[in-house]
């Protein structure tokens, strides 16, 4: 709940609220010591005043006592109207739904196991998020900024669960499920903090993979040396994409496709050898036959050494820790799903 509190940030609530208490027990002392009423006067004496109903006094004021009041009746006047606004604010603009769409999705990601985690929903993230979602990967997102997330669920997108907070924080990672989590990706506007969510995020889970973003190229080593398994550099990527449009533009088209963005999109599937159905392991890839059953097309394979082999022979049989790699239409990978994997 201290968590929740923070994150919803009900410090002016807390504010108002606290304002709220200190007016009414100014009241009742100063009744109490300037005019002599006992506590139970000094108590209803506080409440009309407060509540300006307009009932009249128990007893007759002393000088000192009505200036007491003129002073009390503007300060509250001033209290109320500020915790007014408080309470319009969340009852009106959403913070009270704010609050509990904070605590179901708590609820929901302490049930999570094997998601991913991605750290900032900026560019990189969101369009991170959207693939990952796409392939069917339960994600958790971390911001700080509760605009950019509320921007996307305006523009139509999925909502996904989120956590409110500073993803550089041991408690805000945790909160994100970081030690069941399979997959990390920060993609946090700077370098440093992008080194400390990886080394954060590696010492809380030791076997989490973790992808980072860096905008500078010395920054590289050191999101390795912090945990990173990988480290992408959007800018480099970029000047190489508009380079090879140039010099190679159709082979930059075709990776286009792979990566979903052309008319007819194509998709890249894995499917390691203990994935596969328990008759149809041991086979050769000629004698598994994909292509002619699925349509789908095998591009590569990864043997369990990590050396990669490109366009293997139709007499290779992938082995135990091995990994096909196919290429096809979704609707190809989709057979190929449902026919090869176990």
Sequence with gaps: MVNLWKRANLNRFFLALLLAVVSFAAGVVGFMSIEGFSFVDAFYMTMITVSTVGFGELHPLSPDGRLFVSFYIFFNLLVIAYLVSVLTTYIFDGELRTIFKMFRTD??????????????????????????????????????????????????????????????????????????????????????????VALTARELNPNIKIIARASLKTSESKLLRAGADSVVMPDEIGGSHMANLVMRPEVIRFLEMINGLGPNKLRLEELSFKELRRELQGRSIRELDVRSRTGATVIGLKHFSGEFEISPSADTRPAPGDVLLLLGTEAQIATLVTQFRA
């Design 107 to 196: 609820q929901e990601i302490r049930s999570f196991e094997g998601h991913v985690i991605v750290c900032g929903f900026g560019r990189n993230g969101s369009k991170a998020c959207s693939e990952l979602v796409a392939s069917g990967a339960r994600v958790v997102v971390v911001e700080q900024n509760q605009d950019l997330l509320r921007a996307a669920s305006e523009n139509g997108e999925r909502s996904l669960p989120s956590v409110f907070g500073d993803a550089t924080s041991d408690e805000t990672l945790l909160m994100a499920g970081v030690e069941r989590a399979r997959a990390l990706i920060t993609a946090l506007p700077k370098d440093a903090d992008n080194v400390f």
